[in-house]
């Protein structure tokens, strides 16, 4: 996996029970935006990093006509999101 660690724009949605789902990410690639429509949320991980609660979200989604898993950290305590890593 190749790892990133860069901070996304992402569209959510949350359910009547507080849920967050991640819909679409927005990311910066080689100077240009690139969007990416979220096909599947395959799991949810909650953590904690140094007392700092965080939600990690398994996803695929189509890259450039290609099937791509990758990982999104979001951050409850600031409300963000980051791209943690993704399968070349």
């Known amino acids: 996996m ?3 660690m860069c901070p996304v724009d ?3 949605m949350c359910s009547a029970g507080g849920e967050i789902r991640p819909l679409r990410l927005r990311l910066e690639e080689t100077h240009q935006l690139l ?3 979220i096909d599947e949320v395959i ?3 909650n953590v904690q990093y140094v007392g700092i609660e965080a939600k990690i979200f398994l996803c695929r989604a189509t890259v450039h006509g290609k099937k791509t ?3 999104l950290k979001y951050t409850i305590r600031t ?3 980051c791209l943690m890593r993704k399968v070349c």
């Open 35 to 37: 969007r990416i429509d």
């Open 43 to 45: 799991s949810v991980k």
């Open 10 to 12: 992402v569209i959510s």
């Open 69 to 71: 898993l990758f990982e």
């Open 2 to 4: 190749e790892a990133k």
């Open 79 to 81: 409300h963000s999101w």
